[in-house]
């Protein structure tokens, strides 16, 4: 009789033990933009899914380029153009680029996908569809900060970029 209710006891306690806490999958911003990107290229090219992440982050940086040129006053910006009238800035602007493809060619390979792969499998179908809205609402912002950066640059008649 004591042995079961000490057995008793001891089953009472382990299902009153704390579980551990089991964290959630830590995927960043642009980890979610790559396996996204790279899971909707069906027959694409999948293993270039790393420059898809470059030219978006590409974008950011020639919108942040093109408002700073775009606040300057006109003398400032007249001297700017009279200075690199020779060259123009499209091989400055172009720096980051390679900068950026470089770096995201060797984070995002295939074994990055894999791991990403094994991660949004333990997911709940509720958060992937989030993380997948997520990704398509920000091509969609992506897009938008182009031709936004582009405009910006088109009130200069290209005179930055273009020798």
Same mark, same amino acid.
């Given at each position: %009789?004591?042995?079961?209710?000490?057995?008793?006891?001891?089953e009472r306690k382990? =299902?009153?033990?704390?579980? &551990?806490?089991?964290? &959630?999958p830590r995927i960043s911003f642009w980890d979610n933009i790559f396996y996204w990107s790279w899971?909707? /290229?069906?027959?694409? *090219?999948?293993?270039? /899914?790393?420059?898809?992440?470059?030219? %978006?982050?590409?974008?950011y940086v020639v919108l942040f380029t093109a408002v700073i040129l775009?606040? $300057? @006053?006109?003398?400032?910006?007249?001297?700017l153009y009279i200075l690199h009238k020779s060259k123009g800035i499209l091989g400055y602007i172009l720096v980051p680029f390679v900068i950026l493809? *470089?770096?995201?060619?060797?984070?995002?390979?295939e074994s990055?996908?894999?791991? *990403?792969? =094994?991660?949004? @499998?333990?997911?709940? @179908?509720?958060e992937k569809k989030r993380r997948r809205t997520i990704f398509w609402i920000f091509t969609g912002i992506t897009l938008l900060a182009g031709y936004a950066a582009y405009r $910006?640059?088109?009130?200069?008649? %290209?005179?930055?970029?273009? &020798?």
């Open positions: %009789m004591e042995k079961r209710r000490h057995k008793y006891n001891q382990e =299902a009153y033990k704390q579980k &551990p806490f089991i964290k &959630p899971y909707s /290229t069906k027959h694409g *090219l999948p293993h270039r /899914t790393f420059a898809t992440v470059t030219v %978006m982050q590409y974008v775009n606040c $300057l @006053d006109s003398q400032t910006a007249w001297h493809i *470089l770096v995201n060619g060797r984070i995002y390979k990055r996908y894999e791991r *990403l792969k =094994a991660e949004f @499998d333990r997911m709940e @179908d509720s $910006l640059f088109c009130r200069f008649n %290209m005179q930055f970029l273009l &020798p």
